[in-house]
């Protein structure tokens, strides 16, 4: 076996499936970016008519979430908001102690 060979594996592996995490789950998405870009859009797009009876204000941030896997900027967002609530989280957890009755 040629060194090209190895790099470039059997041939018969699957690609990649592109996810996303929530609440410690995974999510699939689609492979194509543009198909990604297009549900998000469409998903935050539809969710500001979340009064209506099929739509909901839930596809907002599902939305945003799919489009934080292309676009750099709403993946700092992200980021910055799941940072923020792990600190809240920590805090309210090492508060919880102190106000026990003694």
Not at 18 to 37: D, L, T
């Amino acid at each position: 076996m040629t060194q090209e060979e190895a790099r470039e594996g059997s041939g018969s592996e699957k690609p990649k499936r592109h996810h996303v995490r929530v609440a410690g789950r995974r999510m699939p998405i689609p492979q194509s970016r543009r198909a990604r870009i297009a549900i998000g859009i469409t998903m935050v797009i539809l969710g500001c008519f979340g009064f209506l009876p099929i739509l909901g204000f839930w596809m907002i941030p599902v939305g945003l979430l799919i489009l934080s896997h292309d676009m750099p900027s709403i993946r700092r967002k992200r980021r910055q908001m799941e940072v923020w609530w792990y600190r809240r989280k920590q805090a309210r957890a090492n508060r919880g102690g102190e106000n026990l009755p003694k």
